[in-house]
């Protein structure tokens, strides 16, 4: 794929008219690296929040041997790309002909579920045409835990409660080799204090059920650098945990497991979007809703913008921007922060789009088309480069918290 410096070649040498995603292989392999390095665990991407084959291949080659799948495409699509991973479907609501060919088809043996419904339908079909059961299970048990300190919940879907769990754990001993307790404190947490009131909950729960446990999967929740989101260090996170790991009562062998999505891949993407009309402080741009910028619009999420002009010379000002299908409801908010005389045919780069974003693209109104090139300058902010957000960003943000 042909390579840029920056968004600003890729507007002088092809003045799009179409969005472009822009792909920054370095910086999703130094977060990789990071985490493979100081993590005090298994670290294993959860491919729903960018599933591109390049990223998943820069993360192996980083060395992320483990993968969240949470459908059966999801399993297909990376067993296909590395016959080697460690795949463990992690969806606690599945079909149980996805079960079924995950484990036979595909090797996978980690799965996770929060009812007794669900560990039968896993149990059922994983036997052999004999009716005997797996031997060789690794069951994690999903546990309810609060959201509170996270930028989007994650606490109502999934989970079963602290009540109801030790006699879920138990059954679930009996059906598998290994036993896990997974949790997620819900995406982009902002404190790691998430994660140790998390695992004072596991802790509850190891107590009540009274079994061995081998796993403790601290999911995902890892956050990113957003304008207004700016969490401490990462290595504050993987401290705490490690300490309160340490201090369950747990098998002497137990692992330690985490699902990091956002915080490995937020870094990987930007996008180009093109102005095509201005109204006051709003501005039709060619990408919205329903394209990369689904959280911008359905969340208000904040993300960082730079206008790619060089004759614009006004003072930064708010703007809301308005997505390219006929939908109200393609209304992104911001504010985005962006010089007072920008106009029809500029063009913006939209950062940290590499987790749920570029990959939420649909082509609903026949939009969604447009390239995907690589470029090899800095992402807007990062978590892994010993600073954060970019100043020319994080000056002129308004924290909307
Ligand atoms: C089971 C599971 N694991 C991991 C993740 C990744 O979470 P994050 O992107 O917040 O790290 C998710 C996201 O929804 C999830 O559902």
């Known amino acids: 794929m042909h390579s840029y410096p920056d968004a600003r070649s890729v507007v002088r040498h092809l003045s799009p008219d179409e969005p472009v995603i822009l792909n920054r292989p370095h910086a999703a392999a130094?977060?990789?690296?990071?985490?493979v390095e100081k993590f005090p665990g298994t670290v294993m991407y959860a491919v729903k929040a960018n599933p591109s084959p390049d990223l998943i291949r820069i993360l192996w080659d980083q060395g992320v041997t483990h993968f969240d799948v949470a459908s059966i495409a999801e399993v297909r699509l990376v067993r296909e790309l590395l016959p080697e991973a460690k795949l463990c479907f992690m969806h606690p609501v599945k079909t149980a002909s996805a079960v079924r060919e995950a484990y036979f088809a595909h090797g996978v043996r980690t799965f996770s579920l929060d009812t007794h419904e669900e560990l039968a339908k896993i149990v059922g079909a994983t036997s052999n045409e004999a009716g005997e059961a797996a031997q060789d299970l690794n069951l994690l048990v999903r546990l309810r835990v609060s959201s509170e300190h996270s930028e989007l919940s994650l606490a109502s879907k999934f989970g079963v409660d602290l009540v109801d769990a030790a006699s879920l754990l138990q059954a679930t001993r009996q059906h598998?080799?290994?036993?896990?307790?997974?949790?997620?404190?819900?995406?982009?947490?902002?404190?790691?204090?998430?994660?140790?009131?998390?695992?004072?909950?596991?802790?509850?729960?190891?107590?009540?059920?009274?079994?061995?446990?081998?796993?403790?999967?601290v999911g995902g929740g890892f956050p990113s650098s957003y304008p207004g989101m700016e969490p401490p260090p990462l290595e504050d996170y993987f401290a705490l945990i490690h300490r309160h790991f340490e201090a369950l009562p747990i098998s002497y062998s137990a692992e330690l497991w985490a699902e990091p999505g956002r915080a490995l891949c937020a870094e990987y993407s930007s996008i180009i979007v093109k102005v095509e009309k201005r109204r006051g402080d709003e501005l039709y741009i060619n990408d919205g809703a329903y394209g990369a910028l689904f959280d911008a619009a359905h969340v208000e999420w904040r993300f960082p913008v730079n206008a790619l002009e060089d004759d614009l010379t006004q003072p930064l000002e708010e703007f809301a921007f308005y997505g390219p299908t006929c939908d109200d409801a393609d209304y992104m908010k911001g504010p985005f922060m962006l010089p007072a005389d920008i106009q029809a045919g500029d063009y913006i780069e939209i950062g940290m789009l590499g987790a749920y974003g570029a990959a939420m693209k649909t082509r609903f109104n026949g939009f969604g088309a447009g390239e995907v090139l690589v470029v090899e300058d800095e992402p807007m902010a990062s978590l892994y480069r010993g600073d954060r957000v970019d100043p020319r960003v994080s000056d002129n943000v308004v924290s909307l918290r």
């Open 176 to 217: 598998c080799d290994a036993l896990g307790i997974c949790f997620h404190v819900g995406s982009q947490a902002m404190t790691p204090f998430a994660y140790v009131q998390a695992l004072e909950r596991v802790r509850a729960a190891i107590a009540d059920a009274a079994v061995t446990v081998d796993i403790i999967d």
């Open 30 to 35: 130094r977060g990789a690296r990071f985490f």
